[in-house]
């Protein structure tokens, strides 16, 4: 079974930075594309990047220039550099596949607080 265990949020004030790590186990990661969501309070959630098994990235247009994910595929870790930060980035991050890929049971995520 797939576990997906997310991990490095936490308090920051905006402009500041935070790298998110996520862990997956119980399959082969290297073969899988990858990406990170977030669920703010009483919304859905999104999309925010995603990276294939070449490391191709794609970021929804809010995080461009921002946010930075890749991974490493021997650590079989995929991760979020999330740099000026905005009080609109406050949310629960979560990684997994990409939907088209299908989803894996979701992890218990890590909370992102952007406040002064």
Same mark, same amino acid.
């Given at each position: 079974q797939v576990q997906l265990v997310e991990s490095g949020g936490g308090l920051v004030r905006p402009g500041? $930075?935070?790298r998110l790590f996520c862990v997956v186990s119980g399959t082969i990661?290297?073969?899988y594309p990858m990406a990170w969501y977030r669920q703010a309070p009483g919304k859905e959630?999104?999309?925010v990047a995603t990276i294939t098994n070449r490391a191709y990235a794609t970021y929804?247009? $809010?995080v461009k220039g921002r946010f930075t994910i890749s991974r490493d595929n021997a650590k079989n870790t995929v991760y979020l550099e999330m740099n000026s930060l905005e009080p609109e980035d406050t949310a629960v991050y979560y990684c997994?596949?990409?939907r088209v890929?299908?989803?894996w049971g979701w992890g218990q995520g890590t909370q992102v607080t952007v406040s002064s």
């Open positions: 500041g $930075s935070l990661f290297s073969v959630r999104e999309l929804v247009d $809010s997994n596949r990409p890929s299908g989803w």
